[in-house]
């Protein structure tokens, strides 16, 4: 074993064994160094989904242990980090899966060329996506801009079936040192918040692999008619495990198409699900500036609130904007770091149309609370809600919370799972935002329920103004 070379597998959002290009590329080469960077990026994510981030390295680090193998760990500079790892092992080559935002493609650029310039191999390979962004294209050559026309570019692609975990990692000659988890303190952000939140999480690759397969055996069926009914335990689950890798596109892409092919009625749809994200990353990977700028330039002129101190802003933040189901889908937020996808639209709706604040605040918010945060997603669907992003639709759209909730929740009972009731108290998991919010917003289950912030009816009046003003100018 001591004559064969060694690699090292460069770990980031790919938290897996099965369907692992660089990892399958590093067992062919010899022996293999898994290793994970906590460089400058993972100090600007926020504090969700660092905690999320901890949680995943903590399982797949299980993982390999239990194949004979471990998960170095460094802080610093990728390419410092690597190159040392490199020097220590006497590594030859450095393989990993490829990343979309632009902050990745400009590091692993960097780090490619410097790497090849000192006669180190270095590969990257597709993981993250079912197709490379820059292979979808228009019958002109250029980006998909709008979804329905993407989606019927790419429903009929072949997806590759995916390949199964390797039955062990051949470790190196010699292990290099490894940093200690917890002095990372990557979950130190969440302070109080921290365990409620993790009881929500069931990280790894087997348990997205079960979550999967759950959803394909008892739930898929449905998913078609079920999954925007905020009571109902109708989707997947599976954003979080999706973001940071523990299971791939491909595999959930084959499962779903065999469940078609057997007739599940939801399949297809949850097929579109798959690549409603999948277009948000060629989005970003084609528009690098949209979770920055306005990606309809045009919307640029639009008058938004933008102060971060608005006690509006503040308000939704809370949960206490008066409106039931938007504060209940705030408070899912902050007790579990996810919220149902109609939800999301409901509440980003609300912000940016009904109180007329900024989408970029709303996103930073998502952005510092979700497990399952994604870059291109949360981008663009803000965007979408907004009215400035890739949205088809010939007209400005408002949600209304009240009709939203007749027709998704008409019984009320995603309302009282997170939200106190005065007459019959809280439930569990309504209790647990008390525990989990900061003490200096002296927020008690006690407290009588805020006052509406707007009218709905006002509001949308004056969303439509604004949105007439604008189109005028």
């Known amino acids: 074993m001591s ?22 590329a590093a067992l062919k080469h010899g022996l293999v160094v898994p290793v994970f960077v906590h460089d400058a990026l993972v100090d600007s994510l926020g504090a969700a989904p660092k905690l999320r981030l901890q949680m995943a390295i903590e399982a797949f680090g299980a993982r390999l242990e239990a194949l004979g193998s471990r998960l170095i760990l460094r802080q610093g500079a990728a390419l410092d980090a690597l190159r040392d790892v490199a020097r220590e092992t006497g590594a030859t080559a450095v393989f990993w899966n490829r990343l979309y935002d632009p902050e990745s493609v400009a590091r692993d650029t960097a780090v490619k060329a410097a790497l090849k310039g000192e006669g180190i191999e270095a590969e ?27 989606w019927k570019a790419v429903r009929e692609t072949y997806v590759p079936l995916p390949t199964a975990a390797p039955g062990d990692v051949a470790p190196p000659g010699n292990w290099p040192r490894s940093e200690n988890l917890k002095d990372w303190a990557l979950s130190g952000e969440m302070r109080r918040g921290a365990d409620i939140v993790r009881s929500h999480v069931l990280a790894g690759e087997q348990a997205a692999q079960a979550r999967l397969a759950t959803f394909c055996e008892d739930q898929i069926a449905d998913y078609k008619e079920r999954r925007d009914w905020l009571d109902s335990e109708a989707t997947s689950q599976l954003s979080d495990a999706l973001s940071l890798g523990e299971i791939s596109p491909t595999q959930c892409w084959n499962a779903g198409r065999r469940r078609m092919q057997e007739g599940a009625a939801g399949a297809e749809h949850f097929l579109k699900e798959i690549v409603w994200r999948e277009f948000a990353w060629h989005l970003m990977w084609h528009y690098p500036e949209i979770d920055t700028r306005n990606w309809r330039p045009e919307w640029d002129g639009f008058s938004w609130i933008e102060d971060d101190t608005h006690p509006h802003f503040l308000a939704w933040c809370q949960g206490r904007t008066g409106q039931k189901l938007v504060d209940a889908a705030m408070r899912e937020l902050y ?31 998502f952005e510092d609370c979700l497990v399952d945060w994604d870059p291109a997603s949360n981008a ?12 088809a639709a010939p007209y400005f759209r408002v949600y209304n919370p009240e009709t939203q909730t007749q027709k998704f929740d008409p019984e ?37 329920d805020p006052q509406p912030l707007i009218g709905l009816a006002a509001g949308r009046a004056r969303a439509l103004a604004a949105y007439d003003s604008f189109k005028a100018q």
Not at 125 to 135: H, I, K, M, R
Not at 338 to 363: D, F, Q
Not at 426 to 443: G, H, I, N
Request: a positive charge; proline letters at 5%; glycine letters at 8%.
């Open 380 to 391: 663009m669907g803000w965007q979408w809600v907004a009215g400035s992003g890739p949205d």
């Open 124 to 150: 990257s390979y597709s993981g993250a996506l079912l197709f490379e962004p820059w292979t979808v294209k228009t019958k002109t050559d250029g980006p998909y801009r709008v979804y329905t026309p993407f």
């Open 335 to 365: 007790i579990t770091g996810k919220m149902h996808n109609r939800a999301r639209m409901i509440t980003a709706s609300y912000l940016t149309k009904h109180l007329g604040i900024h989408w970029r605040l709303g996103m930073r918010w």
């Open 412 to 448: 009320g009972r995603y309302l009282s799972k997170w939200l106190p009731d005065q007459m019959f108290g809280a439930s569990r998991t309504a209790k647990q935002f008390y525990d989990a919010v900061p003490e200096s917003w002296r927020l008690s289950v006690t407290d009588r």
């Open 3 to 24: 004559d064969l070379p060694t690699s090292i597998y460069w770990i980031r959002r790919d938290f897996r064994l099965a369907d692992n290009a660089a990892l399958t």
